[in-house]
């Protein structure tokens, strides 16, 4: 993992809407398989590109200062009118309140439902035999753990880039992606946010391609 | 009655238990005394539990594994907020997320197993009256519990006592008899109140089909917390809550040889993986 100096990197992948004016004060690649966490200020934008194409990025937020204020995708949902995130969609804490909101995004719509892959719900899912293999779970108990957080403060997360729809008759479930190589996502701060990335490694379903590959974060600051 | 004197306060204290002998007891003592419907082969001897939980109000209950949990909206005005905990290790708790993803089905009907972070079902809804259909879901398990300040948008108040009191309050209240703070709230599920959801993602509120009950069996010793306020997406402009009766009976968990053990294989290793927890504590030799 690399961070280029502040300004320096290209900002022909954020997206025009974040770009215009905006000074890069973090970029970094996220490798395969791994966590990220950092402090986005109020009023930053991260954005997260889609390097390799349908890579899921499993994504927690919290109130910098008072974690216990932390992603709630019910709250969210209860806010709009749709049950995908895309551009205006707000990420809403426990409490209803504004933690994020989606300022750009050129994948066109994102999971809210399908949650993170843990070891456990893996033996669940395609055998015991799957057990020692990484997860989304490990990822935020590791990143969350150099921030105090750990088991009790994970909750049902976004999976940026992943593809869950629901049928009429209440069928879910992680199809082929609609997501592809240098799409984006960008969400702006409305706080000091926490947030945990899990670069999903799954590679039992389609969320990845059956191929995790990284993902790119670039933080601008208007 | 004087109450200026501690005798004097100590009698009326214990005068009101009889003069409320005509109000209708929130928590029955002995449970056997309940005289509303129960399952059917159960009787009102079998319960160890009976409560009504009134419209805006809450309960928890610690259960030991195996026994059966009724929840019943006995006017189909109810909506019931629903929360387990691993009784021996809250933080292990109900995981939405998983257990709809897990089971590739966003409507929870009987059937249905109540996932655990940790790869365990914690309960199985083994009965379910409410009339669900594919197409007109009677329960919930996307749009989570209201909050105060979307209680107060929309009806003026969320205060827990008030007139309409928001889900995540009632809960917090619920999960601090445990010992659990806010941080320990996930995402929960609601049952007797059902939201559809389009072709293109769109939420859309069916809304209850009546008086209905549900049966959860706990799989494991099971922390219950219960809420019965409105669903956050009902659209009617007043506040719509109604009682829920709340009986439990003892029972056995899930086993091999039982229908539900190999209903599927993805809930058939929910049940090895709880069972196996059991046998490790030391229950179920």
Not at chain 2, 99 to 124: C, I, M, N, P
Request: charged share 20%.
């Amino acid at each position: 993992m690399t961070t280029a100096p502040a300004t320096a990197a290209p900002l022909a992948i954020v997206p025009p809407e974040v770009a215009t004016d905006a000074v890069v004060i973090h970029d970094e690649t996220v490798a395969a398989r791994n966590p990220w966490t950092r402090v986005i200020a109020a009023g930053d934008t991260l954005t997260m590109v889609d390097v390799g194409g349908n890579q899921a990025v499993d994504f927690l937020v919290y109130d910098a200062h008072d974690t216990e204020l932390r992603y709630s995708a019910p709250d969210t949902l209860q806010g709009q009118d749709t049950i995908y995130l895309t551009t205006g969609s707000v990420l809403r804490d426990a409490e209803h309140g504004p933690l994020m909101t989606v300022v750009a995004d050129t994948c066109g719509r994102h999971d809210t439902l399908g949650g993170a892959c843990s070891k456990e719900s893996n033996t669940l899912r395609y055998g015991h035999h799957t057990r020692a293999q990484h997860a989304c779970v490990e990822n935020f108990l590791l990143g969350g753990s150099r921030h105090g957080l750990g088991k009790r403060d994970l909750v049902s997360n976004i999976n940026w880039f992943m593809n869950v729809p629901v049928d009429p008759d209440g069928a879910l479930g992680i199809v082929d992606g609609i997501s592809a190589p240098g799409l984006a996502v960008s969400v702006r701060a409305e706080r000091d946010v926490l947030v945990l990335i899990s670069n999903c490694p799954q590679i039992n379903n389609p969320c990845n391609g059956f191929d995790p590959t990284p993902v790119r974060v670039i933080v601008t600051r208007p | 009655m004087t109450t200026a004197t501690t005798t004097g306060a100590k009698a009326h204290a214990r005068e009101q238990e009889l003069a409320a002998a005509a109000e209708l007891p929130r928590v029955l003592h002995p449970a056997s005394a309940y005289v509303g419907e129960l399952s059917p082969g159960v009787s009102a001897g079998d319960l160890v539990w009976a409560e009504t939980v009134p419209p805006g109000g809450y309960t928890s209950l610690v259960v030991a594994a195996g026994t059966r949990v009724r929840v019943r909206d006995t006017t189909g005005d109810a909506c019931a907020h629903l929360l387990v905990f691993h009784a021996d290790q809250p933080t292990e708790r109900l995981n939405v997320a998983d257990t709809v993803k897990v089971q590739w089905q966003a409507f929870l009907t009987a059937g249905h197993l109540l996932l655990s972070d940790q790869g365990r079902a914690l309960a199985t809804i083994v009965e379910d009256t409410a009339g669900n259909r594919a197409d007109a879901p009677r329960h919930d398990a996307l749009f989570g519990t209201s909050t105060l300040v979307r209680n107060a948008e929309r009806y003026g108040s969320g205060d827990v006592f008030g007139p309409s009191p928001a889900g995540r309050e009632l809960f917090a209240l619920a999960a601090a008899k445990h010992g659990l703070t806010r941080r320990d709230i996930p995402p929960s599920v609601t049952f007797f109140e059902g939201v559809s959801v389009s072709d293109d993602g769109r939420p859309a509120f069916v809304g209850s089909s009546g008086p209905a009950s549900i049966t959860l069996v706990a799989e494991l010793p099971l922390i219950v917390l219960l809420a019965s306020t409105a669903h956050p997406l009902d659209p009617r402009p007043e506040f719509t809550a109604g009682p829920l009766d709340v009986v439990a009976w003892p029972g056995a968990p899930t086993v091999p040889g039982d229908p539900a053990w190999d209903a599927t294989p993805e809930g058939r290793r929910a049940y090895e993986n709880s069972t196996a927890h059991r046998r490790t504590r030391g229950a179920d030799r």
